[in-house]
């Protein structure tokens, strides 16, 4: 992907028009557009400031290879994603057998229940905790 598709890309995905990346910038709307068609390319200095404004390496704005290195991590967060969703269903599935089979085997189901649950609670706090720092490193 070109210089040009990654500042694209990335303002779009932050959720700012060309205006307010402008403004953050101190550049023009019009210099913001230029960029992203191709016509000119920023500054040494304006590198700089896109890559701390979205909280990405500089690298990945002005070398092709990065690319695939940040297509890795996104998948990489959906697939935690599917983890923390899955974790969340075996936990309510845990939770509904703990208890409809609480009053036949009290001590037993209890006892393996609650540790099975405690166990499931434990892996998605942990996945979530993973997932925020992933999520920070990649943008």
Not at 47 to 63: A, M, P, Q, R, V
Not at 83 to 92: C, G, K, N, P, S
Not at 96 to 116: E, G, I, N, P, R
């Amino acid at each position: 992907m070109k210089l040009h598709e990654k500042l694209f890309q990335l303002r779009k995905k932050n959720g700012f028009t060309q205006q307010e990346l402008a403004e953050k910038l101190n550049v023009t709307r019009q210099a913001v557009s230029r960029w992203e068609m191709n016509s000119s390319i920023p500054s040494t200095e304006k590198l700089i400031l896109i890559s701390k404004l979205y909280g990405i390496n500089i690298d990945y704005l002005i070398s092709e290879d990065e690319e695939d290195n940040f297509l890795k991590s996104h998948k990489k967060t959906k697939n935690i994603f599917k983890y923390v969703y899955l974790t969340v269903i075996i936990f309510l599935i845990g939770a509904l057998f703990m208890f409809l089979f609480t009053d036949t085997f009290k001590h037993v189901v209890v006892s393996f229940w609650f540790l099975f649950l405690s166990f499931t609670l434990l892996v998605l706090v942990g996945g979530l905790i993973y997932l925020y720092i992933n999520k920070r490193n990649i943008k």
